[in-house]
């Protein structure tokens, strides 16, 4: 679900020229999550090998971080750890979704309607531990380094960027925003349109600012987590009733830092310093050295081919393409940075 900031904040259209040798720190869940709801059959069926094992996750990792790769961009992937007590409601909101896509789903397929089953399909994807060990094998295959977060991937994500262990925070949420992500990445993805509920939506690479943001929008960092708590997160669904980012926002300038009594007389049915707290105090690995290293192309065809039925050719064929772009455009092996 995330923080809902559309509208009021400002962003920047780059291309990907923008990004050509920076360091990006991607949030993992999120990523899986768009492969898993996009990469499937006409009938909404997940792509899997013969054995039923789900493989449409590998397949975007493969093609969309080689791609980004090719571009010079050095790429990080971070994992969800526990996830907040506060976030169990959210969780159930979810389940609860995705129970219902399921029987919508089951009634399309009784009745053979494939637009409908492709519509609800992918609303109940889900990723399991197999999942995401083998996204981490892959990844590693890449070249690419895995953080294993403690708690929440997007504040982690944000932390990495804060301490300049990472150039640029990257993820559809905006929630990297409130964890103090300086400088945030939404829509990386070479393909600029996707389904949203049926309809095709063309999207740009994103830039958004922090500093840029709360200048914009005249306020701190901390009335710009009050301002998310307002309209909603993962740590308190829904937020206040009837207050969108606008109203929130003159909510914020009328009641200054007065919050307690601002949250009181909204008749908030949570405890808004429980939330602020995620937000501020989120557990964070900070011991962290990234490494960037060579396309193993033996461990991808072991994981991919032999173990998974990928096509051998058509894998061979995405990593040449890839080094061969590597090497024409004059870049460093992955390998070679620092």
Same mark, same amino acid.
């Given at each position: ?8 904040? !400002? ?72 996830? !907040? ?96 992500? !300086? ?156």
């Amino acid at each position: 679900m995330g923080v809902n900031l559309t509208g009021i904040v !400002p962003r920047e259209e780059i291309n990907f020229d923008y990004l050509k040798n920076k360091s990006v720190a991607v949030d993992a869940f999120n990523t899986i999550y768009q492969f898993l709801s996009s990469i499937r059959g006409a009938d909404g069926s997940y792509l899997t090998d013969s054995g039923g094992r789900v493989t449409s996750h590998l397949q975007g990792l493969l093609s969309r971080n080689l791609n980004l790769m090719a571009k010079g961009i050095k790429l990080a992937y971070v994992f969800d750890g526990e996830a !907040p007590k506060l976030k169990h409601l959210e969780r159930l909101r979810r389940a609860e979704l995705k129970h219902s896509a399921e029987e919508k789903y089951r009634e399309a397929v009784s009745e053979e309607d494939i637009d409908a089953m492709s519509k609800y399909s992918k609303q109940f994807a889900r990723i399991n531990d197999e999942m995401i060990n083998e996204s981490k094998e892959l990844l590693s295959a890449l070249g690419i380094p895995v953080v294993q977060a403690p708690s929440e991937a997007e504040g982690q994500v944000a932390f990495m960027c804060k301490e300049g262990i990472v150039d640029f925070a990257a993820s559809q949420d905006y929630d990297s925003l409130l964890f103090g992500a !300086p400088d945030l990445i939404r829509n990386m993805t070479l393909s600029q349109k996707r389904k949203v509920y049926g309809k095709t939506v063309y999207t740009f690479l994103e830039y958004i600012n922090l500093r840029s943001v709360l200048k914009e929008l005249k306020i701190n960092q901390e009335q710009l987590i009050i301002l998310g708590i307002l309209t909603g997160t993962d740590f308190n669904i829904g937020g206040v009733k009837g207050v969108g980012p606008k109203k929130a926002l003159k909510l914020i300038t009328d009641n200054k830092n007065n919050f307690d009594n601002m949250f009181k007389t909204l008749n908030a049915d949570f405890d808004w310093k429980e939330v602020y707290d995620i937000f501020e105090n989120l557990p964070v690995e900070k011991k962290i050295k990234l490494k960037w290293g060579d396309v193993d192309e033996e461990k991808i065809m072991k994981l991919l081919v032999e173990k998974h039925e990928f096509n051998e050719e058509r894998v061979r064929n995405l990593v040449e393409k890839y080094k061969k772009e590597n090497k024409n455009s004059g870049q460093k092996g992955l390998g070679e940075f620092v």
